[in-house]
């Protein structure tokens, strides 16, 4: 990987695996609208969020850590960091990314792509092996454990790979309309109701117009 990376926001990662489209409204066009679910994370984070450092002995916790990595050309925020010291004062020998989401396990792998971005970004910063990480999800009031092996390490490595594409492209992907749609609070600005309508209807225009030349050729072939 090159140092000189254009780099992209780790929040962009999980966009991108919902949809493409959202990905690029959000990070390129600066779209953004509140609706029930975005209002629930921030609620949900305000915690986590809060950048506060708990010692326990030799751990930390640590609350809002701002994250990056040179190699993979990505950056943000890691909800919370589990580190365990050797020593007091000393460097961190085992730390733990831990994401927190507002709803429940997804049938998807965005929540996980995350948190391994993150653990990616804290290997580099902090010269440590990141073998596992967590996700907390508000519905379930439970922690999943997200082993960091090498599948989901190579599906993260394309995911940023993909996402950098769509960040450095000039063109806004087409909207493809999906269950997830209606979650989404961008529904209003993407239009994809709208946008498949209009292809439907031009698909149909151009089967009759083949339908018509195709006839009009028989008819000559008489």
Known sequence: ?????????????????YCPRQCALIHLEC??????????????????DSGMTETRGLKKVLRSL????????IHGIADVVEAVYAE??????FMTPVEYKVGKPKPHRAD???????????????KVEIPSGFLFYGKTQRRLEVVFDQELRSLTAQVI???????TGIVTPLPHYSKGCKSCSLVN????????????????RVDDVFEDSLGASEADDL
Not at 161 to 167: F, P, Y
Not at 189 to 204: G, K, V
């Open 1 to 17: 990987m090159s140092s000189t990376l254009f780099s992209i926001p780790l929040a962009a990662l999980q966009h991108y695996l």
């Open 31 to 48: 779209a953004w609208e509140e609706n029930q679910f975005t209002a629930e994370g921030n609620v949900f984070h305000e915690r986590a």
């Open 66 to 73: 701002h994250v990056s990595s040179a190699q993979w050309g």
């Open 88 to 93: 007091k004062g000393g460097e961190a020998v």
């Open 112 to 126: 996980e792509v995350q948190v391994c971005a993150q653990a990616l970004c804290l290997e580099e910063m902090f």
């Open 161 to 167: 790979c993909s996402a950098r594409e769509v960040l």
């Open 189 to 204: 600005d993407c239009l994809p109701s709208m946008c498949r309508e209009h292809r439907q209807a031009l698909r149909a």
